[in-house]
Structures are given as structure tokens and as C-alpha cells.
């Protein structure tokens, strides 16, 4: 954990088809990620209302004692995670958000629902909308608080062997470069690197700087641009579990002419919601590459 004077408050939510069975996504998330909540995180955790009732009726979570149960989304649960998000005062506001989504329910993309991650990005709070990502996080989170790697994870983390995207608007592309300035030797590991049109064409550029002309010159395998269909092209990667995780600087404040593209690559994120993963605000991309270097260091 970082250097927080208290625990983690969590934002959890889930849609319906990940909640009614034995090895749906919230049980398998709760499962996994048991010993990272009970003995390392510790943390307070705001559940909406039929989420809970799910957690109870598998036997999850039995007896932990820092549950608090928020309206069902019907009644405004969501509604009331968005306001928590962005609320200053340090006993009530969220330090990250759990909506574990099923890109066919419909809800998913209520207004309350697609306000609660554009409001994580402005403030700067991790959203985690796949069981990969939630599950990754718990993970990390963990081992930052000193807890040993749980070896059951170590292929996912075997970098050598995965592929990354890395995609930025046009506003958030200094800012991708530099982390990837930053976090070159991590990012160098993975076994292939997929960006979108000019953020390609800009990490090549810096590639060729640190790996000299002909080692960096095809570092980042280029898409078209997002609006020209890169996001598609990455989707697909995605859903032929080809390219786990997508670390996507994404502009909240501008009308994005695509926003479909960028839509189509978070639904099939959620479509494969055991592999892959999204993160799309740059202090958390900075914290998963610190973290990440560091379980590695671990194992």
C-alpha cells in the first residue's frame, strides 16, 4: 500500500452476469484476491446493494468486518459511487473503484455508470471494470504492503512472453512518452508492443534514442489511428488474447470524434474479462509500472 494513514476504501459494483454463479467474476475475484484483502489491504469496501447480496449468499468474505452496503443501482448506488469519487473529504471518498462490467447488459453504459470511470480518470483513482485488471491490482497493491508474490499469478507477470498497447489522445501524448521515457526497461521486456498512429510513431522515435536506429525502429508495432481504425485493430488483438493489457491515456475533458473506437476497445476488454485489462489514467499507469518492476524484483 502507499504511504496512506489509512486503508484503501473500494468502490465495488458488479452487473448481473457476474454475480448469479459459483465461478462467475466477482466470486473468482473474491476468492483470488482473499489473502490481499483480509491480511495485506485491509480495506474498507462499499458495495452496492445486489452485489452484496451476492457476496453473502456465496459465502464470501465471511466476517470481514469492513463492509458497508450502498443502495442497489436501482435506487442510485452508482450514483452515489460517482459523488464518493469526487467527494475531498478523506472519511467518505473512494480511493479506487471496482465495476466489474458485462459489455451486453445494458446498464453498463447508464450515465451514472459511464460517469463513474470518467470521474476516476479527472481524479486520478484507478478503475477497474475486467476480473484481470481488479484481480492484477489487488496483486500489486498487496506486494506493495509486503506481501509475498502469489505464485498462482507469475505467468501473467512473465513479460517476456505478453504484449502491451500503448495508446494516448493527442493531448496525453507527451505525457505517454514520457513514461515510457521513464519505464523504458520495464516496457522493453514485453515480448511485443502494439500502439495506435502517432503515438506509434512517436515511441519508435524514442526507442531509436535509447536502442540506437535499427533496434528501436520497429518497437512499437504500429496501428492505424484511432479514428482510422486502430482501436479496432487492438480490440481484435484483445479478443484473441494476444495483447493482455491496453494502458490507454485517455482526455476526458474533449468530445471525441471516435468515442465508438474507444468503446468497441473497452468492451472487449470486458468481452475476455479473465485476460485482459484497461488502464486509462496516468498516475495509475505510473503506479502499475513501479509496482509491476517491483513484484517482478520479488519473485
Partial sequence: MSAKQRPYRI?????????DSADSALVRLLQGARTAIEAHLKPELIVIGRTLDAI????????????????????????KLVSRVVDEDPARTLDAVIYLIDPVDPSSIFPEAVALKRQCIIHGK?????LSGAREWFEL???????????????????????IA??????????????????????DRFAQRYATGTTGRLLNELAQKIKGKDAGQNWARPCMSGPLGGDAQIAEL??????????????????????????LLERAARTVTDYASCISEANCIERWCNLTRQRMGNR
Avoid at 468502490?11 to 454475480?19: I, K, P, S, Y
Fill in 166 to 187: 500503448l495508446i494516448a489522445h493527442d493531448a496525453m501524448k507527451d505525457r505517454m512518452l514520457a513514461l515510457a521515457a521513464r519505464h523504458f526497461d520495464l516496457l
Fill in 56 to 79: 453473502e449468499k456465496q459465502g464470501l468474505l465471511n466476517g470481514y468486518p469492513d463492509i458497508r452496503r450502498f443502495p442497489y443501482g436501482r435506487h442510485g448506488g452508482l450514483m
Fill in 126 to 130: 484507478p478503475f477497474l471494470s475486467t
Fill in 141 to 163: 497493491e498487496a506486494v506493495a504492503a509486503g506481501a509475498a508474490p502469489d505464485a498462482t499469478l507469475d505467468a501473467i507477470f512473465d513479460l517476456e512472453n505478453e504484449s
Fill in 11 to 19: 468502490g465495488l459494483a458488479a452487473n448481473r452476469a457476474h454475480l
Fill in 238 to 263: 484483445i479478443l484473441d488474447r494476444r495483447c493482455r493489457r491496453v494502458l490507454f491515456l485517455e482526455d476526458p475533458h474533449v468530445a471525441r470524434q471516435h468515442e465508438a473506437d474507444i468503446q
